[in-house]
């Protein structure tokens, strides 16, 4: 297997010899039959989807796995002339008449790991940053979402050739190889931990690596929040997809007061939201549904209040001791912590104690409150009075910070992150620069010492 994914890498790397830079329209035409691929084939990709968890919402579905792939497309094929023109670089007096500009130029070949939690989004959105910057791409699916893998491999090459854009399906051992290849870029999204060993896999070959990881996301309850809006937003990003998502809020901080009307709003907004199981989604493994519910077991066992509103609903677990797994592990699931504080600032200072996290949602419309938590918190991502949706803004990149981890994408970001930024230098062929080169002349240290 070793020896093959090595021969698929250099087969891609040798294909793009003769034509590094893809043109614009090259590039259109690679992300329109992404964009076909995905649209056509909906049907097959919300089934596969589906079999794959078990049970999952076909709105959601279109809601998180197809519109955004075709959104991404569309807005990449619309801004990519602009994204692949140089850039004017300013140059220094003393060396005019040069010029300089900043070329965006392909890496090459970029590896892709996708994750099961949104199997076909997380595969595509990466890929087409990556093709609208002029690479190839090699993607490793993840093995725990086998009906949609293998959709994957059945459907990418029906639209792409091998060199363009190819599946390597397999399980942790492939994975493992996959990850110590010789890409040009490798994108991983999944867990803290196996982040680390694909980091530690790819520094050997020196390979620059985007790991979108997660973490706890905490949502921070102002003292001027309207409960019942917060409430409602929170369980939003608390029940989409039974809380498994990277960007999911895993606990909620609130201030002591507020607590029992907090938790009131929540479950009428439980109750509102999720009142049956049509609209819900499994866990995509019985391992992955036994822990979530070994946590809430181990919170019940330690005298906690645990808030039950049925079996696919968030759970509300309230003022869980620090010590317990609920509180040290990421949750991805439907277990919601609510931990109450005597005041805002010992909220900051418990979300400032934890690793940083990939997203940070404060629920305050107080100016001053909101510039504190800019200045004084850091996140992937810091979001007001909402969860989930900035994900879906393309103007912004999306990424995490410390172990929630490293690089960011989407839209222009994208393009750059798996573009070199080529520095270009033009010298005319009358220049000034002589001065510069010796034998040098008294005056020439006189004069740089002036700046």
């Known amino acids: 297997m070793n020896r093959d994914l090595t021969d698929t890498l250099q087969a891609q790397r040798e294909a793009a010899g003769p034509a590094p830079f893809p043109t614009l329209g090259v590039r259109r035409e690679r992300l329109a039959r992404l964009a076909r691929m995905t649209k056509r084939h909906q049907h097959d990709i919300v089934r596969a989807i589906q079999l794959d ?10 809601l998180a796995e197809i519109l955004p792939v075709l959104h991404a497309a569309r807005y990449a094929r619309r801004h990519l002339w602009h994204w692949m023109r140089p850039r004017r670089a300013r140059v220094p007096l003393r060396l005019w008449p040069a010029r300089a500009r900043v070329a965006p130029q ?7 790991m996708s994750p099961w939690n949104y199997p076909w989004s997380l595969s595509m959105m990466p890929a087409i940053d990556a093709l609208a910057a002029g690479n190839t791409v090699m993607l490793k699916p993840s093995e725990h979402a086998r009906h949609t893998s293998a959709l994957l491999a059945k459907l990418i090459p029906q639209h792409f050739t091998q060199e363009e854009f190819c599946v390597i399906e397999g399980g942790a051992d492939v994975a493992k190889t996959f990850s110590a290849l010789a890409f040009d870029h490798l994108v991983f999204t999944g867990s803290t931990q196996i982040g680390r060993q694909v980091a530690t896999a790819a520094a050997a070959n020196l390979t620059p690596v985007t790991l979108e990881l997660g973490g706890k996301s905490p949502a921070l309850v102002a003292s001027d929040a309207d409960l019942d809006s917060a409430a ?18 895993d606990y909620v901080i609130v201030e002591s007061r507020r607590l029992d009307a907090l938790t009131h709003a ?11 199981a049509k609209d819900a989604t499994g866990y995509v493994s019985d391992a992955h549904h036994a822990r979530i519910e070994r946590l809430l077991d181990d919170a019940r066992a330690r005298g ?24 040290q592990e990421e949750i991805f699931g439907r277990a919601l912590p609510v931990i109450s504080v005597k005041h805002i600032d010992d909220a900051i200072r418990l979300i400032n104690a934890r690793p940083r996290p990939l997203a940070l949602y404060a629920f305050t419309h107080q100016k001053a ?16 009075n ?6 879906a803004v393309p103007t ?6 410390g172990e929630s981890g490293s690089g960011a994408y989407h839209g222009r970001h994208g393009f750059e992150r798996f573009s070199h930024q080529r520095s270009v230098f033009y010298q005319p062929k009358r220049s000034n620069s002589g001065w510069l080169r010796p034998p040098y002349h008294r005056w020439l240290l006189h004069l740089l010492r002036l700046g």
């Open 53 to 62: 968890f078990g049970q999952r919402s076909e709105i959601e579905i279109h």
């Open 386 to 391: 909402e969860t989930l949706l900035h994900h």
């Open 232 to 249: 409602e937003a929170i369980i939003f990003g608390k029940g989409f997809n039974a809380g498994q998502t990277c960007i999911a809020p």
């Open 304 to 327: 906690c209040r645990v808030l039950e509103h049925g079996p696919h609903a968030p759970a509300l677990v309230i003022d869980p001791q620090q010590s317990l797994s609920l509180m």
């Open 396 to 401: 912004l990149p999306f990424g995490g910070v």
């Open 106 to 112: 392909p890496l090459g070949v970029v590896g892709v």
């Open 369 to 384: 409150l909101q510039e504190t938590l800019r200045h004084q918190t850091c996140s992937g991502a810091l979001v007001f």
């Open 266 to 276: 929540l479950e009428r907004a439980i109750r509102r939201q999720r009142p049956d």
